[in-house]
Nanobody, 127 residues
Framework: QVNLEESGGGLVQAGGSLRLSCAASGLTFSRYNVGWFRQAPGKEREIVTALSWTGGGTYYADSVKGRFTISRDHAKNTVYLQMNSLKPEDTAVYYC????????????????????WGQGTQVTVSS
């Protein structure tokens, strides 16, 4: 059984930083494309960033380029989202997700490929 657990959310002032973590059980991140998504109130869920299973490919939404960084720790089987220069518009519930096809050749930046999700963690950025 696959379980993804996000942590690290919270309340931060604009310009601040947070690091989200996504710990997995039941799968090894090094075999799967992994992504971070977010959903703000009244808005559709959107992909924020993604990392290919090879570790060599990354995708960032235009809105977070240069501010957010996705990374992976093999030993801890954990994926991180470092968020810097946070803005009020970054306020959302952030979700970790994986494409359950191991060694997938599908593009890691396509949101439709993700089919296992964590419960989410709230990020609130105050102005």
């Amino acid at each position: 059984q696959v379980n993804l657990e996000e942590s690290g959310g919270g309340l931060v002032q604009a310009g601040g930083s947070l690091r989200l973590s996504c710990a997995a059980s039941g799968l090894t991140f090094s075999r799967y494309n992994v992504g971070w998504f977010r959903q703000a109130p009244g808005k559709e869920r959107e992909i924020v960033t993604a990392l290919s299973w090879t570790g060599g490919g990354t995708y960032y939404a235009d809105s977070v380029k240069g501010r957010f960084t996705i990374s992976r720790d093999h030993a801890k089987n954990t994926v991180y989202l470092q968020m810097n220069s946070l803005k009020p518009e970054d306020t959302a519930v952030y979700y970790c997700a994986v494409d359950r096809t191991a060694y997938s050749g599908r593009w890691h930046g396509d949101a439709q490929n993700y089919n296992s999700w964590g419960q989410g963690t709230q990020v609130t950025v105050s102005s």
